[in-house]
T-cell receptor, first 108, second 115 residues
């Protein structure tokens, strides 16, 4: 069965500190992994997908198939990064499955 | 147009009412989705339409009835709902449900309150 695990419900950091939001998945095939972000009062939007290997708003995420992880990282957090972050998994012919989400709170 | 538009933004209904939620996209996407999201919880998949045919129904109660009149429109008909059905209902679309077209674009949601 497909499963996405985000072990932290809340991550609080100070502005300028590094951030790592953890995501582990279980799936026997070759899934596609995503990070979605939901800012306060805004729609859910895509932040990153593993196949594009881009850096968006300073965030990066590397798929580690050995550890079945897709952690989201940013070297220097900004206050505007405060939001709910969802890791999600998709496989061919199925819809996106979300983890429970991690609230990132960045304070000055 | 790169948006998914949902109406109404807010809906309050009684348990005996019949209402509908509407979703529209003009990105040429061939897959459309309904998700339900409770406060501080992740979205939960309800239905998936692929090429206007229902391809996934996640054991949703029959008081929720989806409809896909054409490739741009998706409706969710509501009847005899319960207070616990109160939630944010999210519509999403993607190019496809296979290959590299699985990135989902979400609407802002319709916030439903059942009294």
């Amino acid at each position: 069965a497909q499963r996405v695990t985000q072990p932290e419900k809340l991550l609080s950091v100070f502005k300028g500190a590094p951030v790592e939001l953890k995501c582990n998945y279980s799936y026997s095939g070759s899934p596609e992994l995503f990070w979605y972000v939901q800012y306060s009062r805004q729609r859910l939007q895509l932040l990153l997908r593993h196949i594009s290997r881009e850096s968006i708003k300073g965030f990066t995420a590397d798929l580690n198939k050995g550890e079945t992880s897709f952690h989201l990282k940013k070297p220097f957090a900004q206050e505007e990064d405060s939001a709910m972050y969802y890791c999600a998994l998709s496989s061919a012919g199925t819809a996106l499955i979300f983890g429970k989400g991690t609230t990132l709170s960045v304070s000055s | 147009d790169t948006e998914v538009t949902q109406t109404p933004k807010h809906l309050v209904m009684g348990m005996t009412n019949k209402k509908s939620l509407k979703c529209e996209q003009h990105m040429g996407h061939r897959a459309m989705y309904w998700y339900k999201q409770k406060a501080k919880k992740p979205p939960e998949l309800m239905f998936v339409y692929s090429y206007e045919k229902l391809s996934i129904n996640e054991s949703v109660p029959s008081r929720f009835s989806p409809e896909c009149p054409n490739s741009s429109l998706l409706n969710l008909h509501l009847h005899a709902l319960q207070p616990e059905d109160s939630a944010l209902y999210l519509c999403a679309s993607s190019q496809d449900i296979t290959g590299n077209g699985r990135e989902l674009f979400f609407g802002e949601g319709s916030r439903l309150t059942v009294l």
